[in-house]
Every structure is written in C-alpha cells, then in structure tokens.
C-alpha cells in the first residue's frame, strides 16, 4: 500500500525503493528516481494526535530559504507526507564522531533563533502536557514536585521566537558543507530556552564539558547561576512532558522502544530532583 503510493507520487519512474530504519512517528523511504534520491516521510495513521502539519508547513515556509532544513521538494499539509532532497553525507547528531559536533549544534540553534521570526501558532508545553495526559489511561509512575516545574513553565510569556522544540540527535545533521536542522513537526513560538533544554534532555548531555561547549557556541559564554537554574527548571519540565508523551505513544502502539523513553524520562526527572 505504502509503496504504490510512493510510486504514484513520483509518477512511477523509480529505480529503488528502500524502507530505513530512521524516525519513531513516521516511516522514511530512501527513493531513486531520474538519477536522484530523495528521502520520503509517511506519517503514521495516529500523527494527528501528536503534531499539527499547518503549524509545520509555516515553519518550513520560515527556513527554507536560511539554509537550515534539507531541501524540500514536496509537501502534503494534509497527509503530512514529506519528500526532501537526500544527502549523501549525512550524519545525524549520534552518528558524527567529530569533537566539535557539540559546539556545532550551538552555532546551528544560534542561527536558528536568531532568525527571530514567529511563525503566529504557539508552542504550549503546558497545554501538551495536559493533552498527552487526557489521553493516558494506564496507570503511571508519580512525578513528585512537578507542579513547581509546570508552574514555571506557564509563567513563561515573554521573549518568544520560532522554536524547533524537538532537538533529538535524528533531526540534527551534519555533512562536509553544512549542518542541518530538518523535521519541524513540533516548531512553534516559544521561549528559546525550551530548545536550548530540549537538546540538552533528549540527547542526555549529563558531562559538563559537553554543556560548556554548547553553551559557549549558543551564548557566546558561560551562562550565569541565575541562567543555569533557570534551564534547570525548563530541561525538568522536558523530561515531564516527554515523559508523558512516550506513555501516550505506548498506549497507541504498545512498543518497549516508548516504555524505554518513558523510564528514560522517569530516571532523568528523579536525578534532576537531586540536584
């Protein structure tokens, strides 16, 4: 079914048809046709729960022409389904083993942020959380204290710009010209600090001198006390709501890679709690 789609998308001219094991809320097909390759997204059936494709659609309108997202040669805001030209290079965030790969994923966020545009929807992680929650049936682990980290959150109202929200190591790439940021999914106006964190969680970045060289690409410097403790609260509210976000996802698809995040997420929280 998914491949006569394929097909018909590029009118029955390819050569090779190739399922990869890249991306957990979509299926993405490496495609040669006419001598190119192209990557292919094919959202699951149950994307509409967790992304919204018009908020995407306006990111991608946002950086297309910045040189930050692979390019995209079609797109479907109804379906979701994505195809973007393919780079023979490269190399997500775990698979580069270059030492300045940390220093380079804060160069590329300072970009990104400093293109300093909204995209006019927002990134409520509150209002995510909740839904995520709403959507969770099966009894769960407690979370002690995480009013606090909500509670901060929501007062967070002001110096908003577009924000990927969603820094895992897939959706950062690098090749021998330039580094990428693609997959914009979850982009949305927000506080920068929710990605400088979302790095920081989703790739479990614990060693101190791994932060200073992202920190002193992203800020230029080490950041102060008041600003650490201040992506302290940000990088624990992550690992709530993706916390929650993965016990969802088992309840969808009822796969151990979901439980994995989800005590991922539970063992970062309870460590951050000590701190």
Known sequence: MTQTLIQKLFNDEITSLTLTDKGLTNQNWLVESKGEFFMVRIPFKDSEHIVSRQHEK????LVCRQSL??????????SGIKITKYVDDFQTFDEYRGKDKYYRVGRLMRKFHDLDVKSGYLFDP???LNQYKAQIKNEILSLDNEEKYIRFIMN????????????????????????????YEYAGDNHPYFDVTSFLSENQIFDDVARNEFYIAYFSKL?????????????????????????????????????????DKYDMYQKGQKK
């Open 58 to 61: 306006a990111a991608i309108d």
């Open 156 to 183: 967070q109202t002001e110096g908003f710009t577009l924000c990927h929200n969603d820094w895992v190591a897939g959706n950062i790439g690098f090749s021998s010209t330039r580094d990428y940021l693609i997959d």
């Open 69 to 78: 997202d692979v390019e995209t040669v079609y797109f479907n805001e109804k």
């Open 223 to 263: 950041p102060d006390a008041e600003t650490i403790e201040q992506l302290h609260y940000f990088e624990m509210f992550h690992h709530i709501l993706w916390y929650h976000w993965a016990m969802m996802m088992v309840q969808f698809r009822d796969d151990d890679i979901y439980r994995k995040i989800a005590q």
């Open 126 to 128: 509150v209002s995510r």
